[in-house]
């Protein structure tokens, strides 16, 4: 059993910065090895990729809209997903979702949310103007 909890959102001016965490666990096991992506999702909107990482060599790929302001990393033992997010914009508001999949001898990021077999249950941001 996979469990992804993401913290570290909250209300915050834009031009503000802050930092997402997302912890994984798997029951018994080492969390080892997953891919791992953040997605969000605005009201009245589709879910959409923020941004990736792959386990083996660190690869990262980001959406347009944050590419420059948002920066994706984990930590040393990679159970633990950060976003730390500059340069806030109201746009940004949304529920930002941790999510992780297998990736055993794969560099692959992945972009799309079907290609994630495991979620978080969200964390709110929201960026006042």
């Known amino acids: 059993q996979v469990q992804l909890v993401e913290s570290g959102g909250g209300l915050v001016l834009a031009g503000s910065s802050l930092r997402l965490s997302c912890a994984g666990s798997a029951s018994g096991q080492t969390f080892a090895p997953y891919a791992m992506g953040w997605f969000r999702q605005a009201p009245g909107k589709v879910r959409e990729f923020v941004g990736g990482i792959d386990w083996s060599e660190g690869n990262t790929r980001y959406a347009d809209s944050v590419k420059g302001r948002f920066t994706i990393s984990t930590n040393n033992v990679k159970n633990t997903l950060f976003l730390q997010m500059n340069m806030l914009k109201s746009e940004d508001t949304a529920v930002y979702y941790c999510?992780?999949?297998?990736?055993?001898?794969?560099?692959?990021?992945?972009?799309?949310?079907?290609?994630?077999?495991?979620w978080g249950q969200g964390t709110q941001v929201t960026v006042s103007s």
């Open positions: 999510a992780a999949r297998p990736a055993v001898g794969t560099t692959t990021v992945y972009t799309d949310a079907s290609d994630y077999r495991y």
